[in-house]
């Protein structure tokens, strides 16, 4: 089984982002006649930093506790998957600390019609928002941080770590997702009350935001660069000898 998760690095020290699309894959053996998912499987992963640079990255996923160990090319995290379908963890990116939020569709989190597997076609882009909430009890304040979102079919799913002050004057790490038509995306976000419109097209994808509360309400834009998507993970051949 092939699962797919999109999302950021957010780097402590100098708030800047990297995208992160990765990929677990669990095997299958045959133990007694019958088919059965192996214990331990592989990640792979596709890192694009703020300066364009792409870095690979492999590493192996427990499937009974979800915790992964994923490096290369100077970069190392570890992180869980969880129920929910989100993936967090913390690790080492370019010599600074860091932590990874990342979301996977068909979850409570980012829900989605695309079943995702290896053959699915998904392009993920990541960049930035930016805007200002307005208090009404009180001074207003601006916002920005990283904001990713991955395409597949007529399905849209992505997060938004805050960079600096609260994402959408809502939660630090927020989820959306939502629906395309033709070129156009509309997605919701499901653990705050912000609405996400825009466009997409071979590069980038850029739009709007507008959320509300209690208090006062967010409005801003968005602007991110597609990425390239890691290899799937190729799946052992099935052990007929059984094992884990």
């Known amino acids: 089984m092939v699962t797919l998760y999109s999302g950021v690095v957010s780097v402590n020290s100098d708030g800047k982002s990297a995208a992160l699309v990765l990929k677990t894959s669990v095997p299958t053996t045959i133990v007694g006649g019958v088919t059965q998912q192996k214990s331990t499987g592989a990640v792979t992963a596709s890192l694009r930093t703020a300066d364009g640079a792409t870095v690979s990255l492999t590493g192996t996923f427990t499937k009974a506790t979800g915790s992964m160990t994923v490096q290369g090319g100077g970069y190392q995290f570890t992180a869980t998957a969880k129920a929910d379908g989100s993936v967090t963890g913390a690790g080492t990116f370019g010599g600074s600390a860091g932590l990874v939020a990342l979301s996977s569709p ?10 995702v597997t290896s053959t699915v076609s998904v392009q993920p882009y990541c960049g930035t928002y930016n805007g200002f909430y307005t208090n009404n009890v009180g001074p207003g304040n601006p916002e920005g941080g990283s904001f990713c979102l991955t395409v597949s079919g007529t399905s849209v799913w992505g997060s938004a770590p805050a960079s600096g002050t609260v994402a959408l004057g ?7 997702s939502g629906t395309t038509s033709g070129s156009q995306i509309r997605a919701s976000c499901t653990n705050c009350t912000a609405t996400i419109t825009g466009q997409f097209g071979a590069g980038s994808a850029n739009g709007n935001y507008v959320s509300s509360d209690a208090n006062g309400g967010s409005s801003g834009t968005w602007s991110s660069k597609a990425l390239p998507e890691p290899n799937p993970p190729i799946d052992p051949p099935v052990d007929t000898l059984g094992g884990s």
């Open 170 to 176: 809502e939660s630090a790490v927020l989820y959306f």
């Open 106 to 115: 068909g979850s409570p989190l980012s829900v989605s019609a695309a079943t």
